[in-house]
């Protein structure tokens, strides 16, 4: 384990990682990882570290969501990370572009697995045909990207709908909403890339099942009919991302895993 690369990959989703950890100085930190007497320490010594930082003895709830999350990573994770080593599927732009989105996916996972400490899920199998829905995933750049797009969107309205269950814990609430605003920064360039609109518009889009936009026709936002003052369709559907029930997205998922 190397702890400094798990650090700085911590840094990349929460940038204030180190005044959580301010208990233990970057100094001590690093001096640590750097004592081959630690070397067998060290991990216990990290998760110890970021389990102050995020929360000591996590709420069951809290787990129960953060495990859900990191199912979810684990997917996305592995998706990119099949796709950067699959020869000619990204080249350009795109390979730019999935890059990034893998290193950062990856990160996701890092520092969910670092905060869950033992109760971290193992990471599942996967299908990404979906038991033959999509046959040729990283045969197909346009199967990859509409798979890209499903997946970062469905990512965007799952932490969506977990937040309600973190609001008593700051750091966590903070952490996942962080994570969350990065998943729609990947869903919108994804779908610049696919040729769509950055923002969702109504419960389609060509090729992605309909499941993964259900409910996003609503154009009712805290009691407002937000037609009532003229405002399109479209546009009001636009305006808004619906959050995702856990339920809704494991139905959503089921078919990806192995």
């Known amino acids: 384990m190397n702890l400094q690369n798990i650090i ?16 233990v100085s970057r100094r001590h930190m690093f001096n640590m990882i750097g004592r081959k007497a630690a070397a067998v320490a060290a991990p216990t010594v990290l998760a110890s570290a970021l389990n102050k930082a995020y929360g000591q003895a996590l709420d069951p709830t809290v787990v129960d969501v953060l495990n859900f999350a990191l199912t979810l990573e684990y997917l996305e994770a592995e998706f990119y990370n099949v796709a950067m080593d699959t ?36 990471k599942p199998g996967f299908d990404f ?15 990859f990207l509409t ?14 709908g977990q937040a309600p269950r973190l609001i008593n814990n700051d750091p966590i609430l903070t952490a996942a909403l962080q994570i969350h605003s990065v998943e729609a920064r990947h869903a919108a360039r994804v779908r ?18 309909d499941a993964i936009y259900s409910g996003e026709d609503n154009t009712n936002q805290a009691g407002i009919d937000i037609r009532v003052n003229g405002v399109p369709f479209e546009n009001a559907t636009e305006a808004w991302d619906e959050p995702l029930s856990k339920e809704d997205v494991l ?8």
């Not at 610049?192 to 099942?209: A, F, M, N």
């Open 129 to 143: 045909t979906a038991k033959g829905a999509f046959p040729n995933p990283f045969t197909n750049y346009q199967v």
């Open 8 to 23: 700085s990959e911590l840094e990349k989703v929460d940038g204030e990682v180190y005044d959580r950890l301010k208990h």
């Open 147 to 160: 798979l890209a797009q499903a997946f970062e969107d469905t990512g965007v309205r799952a932490y969506k």
């Open 251 to 258: 139905r959503i998922v089921a078919p990806f895993l192995a």
């Open 87 to 122: 020869p000619n599927l990204l080249t350009g732009t795109s390979r730019v572009v999935f890059g990034q989105i893998q290193k950062h996916e990856n990160a996701h996972v890092k520092l969910l697995q670092s905060v869950l400490g033992g109760q971290a899920v193992r």
């Open 192 to 209: 610049d890339l696919r040729g769509q609109k950055g923002w969702i518009t109504g419960y389609r889009s060509p090729g992605v099942p």
